[in-house]
């Protein structure tokens, strides 16, 4: 059974603006990590941006700092990843992921033990 289900993604020119939403099905995401997770062909899967549900605190990766936007709504169990100033380098298979506890080593993959379907991002140049 999914319990994470990401969706939002699309084809967007360089410079533009997408929303990926994360809804959990699973259970109330009380005190977990969640956030997001990308993967380029040929490359490893690497951390994007996550946030302690029970606290609010967000975690970025420096690629996307200043340009991406981690947040939530608790009564919805969604996490959202505002995406603006979209580079060619953002395209990618985007995971939605959820550990237990906080964001320490956030950007650890083994830690995390839900993960969604994913949803490609594509920026053309």
């Known amino acids: 059974q999914v319990e994470l289900v990401e969706s939002g993604g699309g084809s967007v020119q360089a410079g533009g603006s997408l929303r990926l939403s994360c809804v959990d099905s699973?259970?109330?995401?009380?005190?977990?990590?969640m956030g997001w997770f990308r993967q380029a062909p040929g490359k490893e899967r690497e951390g994007v941006a996550v946030i302690y549900t029970s606290g609010g605190s967000t975690f970025y990766a420096d690629s996307v700092k200043g340009r991406f936007t981690i947040s939530q709504d608790s009564a919805k169990n969604t996490v959202y990843l505002q995406m603006n100033s979209l580079k060619p380098e953002d395209s990618a298979m985007y995971y939605c992921?959820?550990?237990?506890?906080?964001?320490?080593?956030?950007?650890?993959?083994?830690?995390?033990?839900?993960w969604g379907q994913g949803t490609q991002v594509t920026v053309s140049s």
């Open positions: 992921a959820r550990k237990p506890g906080t964001c320490s080593f956030w950007n650890f993959r083994t830690r995390y033990n839900s």
């Open positions: 699973g259970y109330t995401s009380i005190n977990s990590c």
